[in-house]
């Protein structure tokens, strides 16, 4: 198969939409998640996507194929909460290397299934790292500014145990995600970097970050010049933003990264921004017109969808990038 790098010198490659937002279309309930194998759980388990890899795969794999349909090029596997961390709040972190293998597995057959029907247009699967319900440089103790309820290194074996069962179960690129708080990235790109040297491979490695609010900052205050600066010293694939804000309020800061980096860049914005019921109302073809930003002045070479985004949306992107090349890459990923 092609090198994703050679790939995105020529054209705008389209990552998939939000994965939570076609699992709520099944309805699932508590005994869905379960299913055969943890009807006897102590737990409540509703509400662990990551699971249904291992309860409702069939459900996971047609995500995947509806997104791959739509165009999209890479799919991201369903394991966004796919740590020890943030698997505690289940009482399942045994089970965090099946359920990132799992999902990567069923990412990876249904991304060989369209590579096979289309050679010219390969198929790639980003394995999900996304940021833990913890922070590693802020205090969630108002009390307490100098508590700290995770650790670097406590982090750093998390996420090396997480890459580990990615790469083993097929993915093509490790996607470090919603990036709130660098400190925590830098802990996953630090496991990243352990495995790689242990297994002595090469893995496209994607950063994405959360401007949180209108000020421009992440959670943890860095600007979006901070926070590249702040991963530049590892190679990366891409840099980029994901999450948080709509498609056009995103425009500034990737200006940012577009003129301080040569490193490829991706977006997955919202669709739009949530109303007062938590739900996305932005259609298809507002947050294509809003990402038509992106591509005519040449910000980005990889775009899709974070929360509230569909197939219908990724469909419009997928149309849309067509007609535009991507940024130039100077140096490349």
């Given at each position: 198969m092609r090198n994703i790098r050679e790939i995105l010198e020529e054209r705008i490659l389209v990552l998939d939409g939000a994965m939570g937002t076609m699992l709520q279309r099944y309805k699932f309930q508590e005994?869905?998640?379960?299913?055969?194998?943890?009807?006897?759980?102590?737990?409540?388990?509703?509400?662990?996507?990551?699971?249904?890899?291992?309860?409702?795969?069939?459900?996971?794999?047609?995500?995947?194929?509806?997104?791959?349909?739509?165009?999209?090029?890479?799919?991201?596997?369903?394991?966004?909460?796919?740590?020890?961390?943030?698997?505690?709040?289940?009482?399942?972190?045994?089970?965090?290397?099946?359920?990132?293998?799992?999902?990567?597995?069923?990412?990876?057959?249904?991304?060989e299934e369209f590579t096979a029907k289309e050679p010219h247009k390969p198929r790639f699967v980003a394995g999900s790292m996304g940021p833990t319900n913890k922070t590693a440089s802020m205090s969630p103790d108002v009390n307490d500014?100098?508590?700290?309820?995770?650790?670097?290194?406590?982090?750093?074996?998390?996420?090396?145990?997480?890459?580990?069962?990615?790469?083993?179960?097929?993915t093509d690129i490790l996607l470090v995600e919603t990036i709130f708080d660098t400190l925590n990235a830098k802990a996953a790109l630090f496991a990243i970097e352990e495995v790689k040297e242990e297994r002595n491979i090469?893995?496209?490695?994607?950063?994405?970050?959360?401007?949180?609010?209108?000020?421009?900052?992440?959670?943890?205050?860095?600007t979006a010049e901070a926070f590249l600066i702040s991963i530049s010293h590892i190679p990366l694939l891409t840099v980029g933003f994901n999450c948080a804000l709509g498609a056009s309020q995103l425009v500034p800061h990737l200006e940012v990264l577009a003129s301080r980096t040569d490193h490829a860049i991706s977006a997955h914005p919202n669709a739009g921004l949530p109303n007062a019921f938590g739900e996305y109302d932005e259609s298809p073809e507002q947050m294509a017109t809003q990402i038509k930003e992106y591509v005519e002045k040449r910000l980005v070479n990889i775009v899709g969808g974070c929360c509230g985004t569909t197939p219908e949306h990724i469909s419009a992107i997928a149309e849309l990038v067509k007609q535009y090349d991507p940024r130039s890459l100077f140096v490349g990923g």
């Open positions: 005994e869905d998640f379960r299913g055969d194998l943890f009807k006897d759980w102590e737990h409540p388990l509703q509400g662990n996507n990551d699971l249904l890899s291992l309860t409702q795969p069939e459900a996971i794999a047609e995500v995947h194929r509806k997104y791959f349909a739509a165009g999209a090029d890479i799919v991201e596997t369903n394991t966004f909460s796919g740590t020890t961390i943030a698997m505690a709040d289940y009482h399942m972190q045994d089970l965090v290397y099946d359920l990132n293998y799992e999902s990567a597995k069923i990412a990876k057959k249904v991304a500014p100098g508590f700290r309820a995770i650790s670097f290194d406590e982090l750093r074996i998390a996420y090396k145990q997480q890459a580990e069962a990615l790469l083993d179960g097929g090469d893995v496209p490695i994607m950063v994405s970050g959360t401007i949180t609010d209108a000020s421009g900052r992440t959670l943890s205050g860095q």
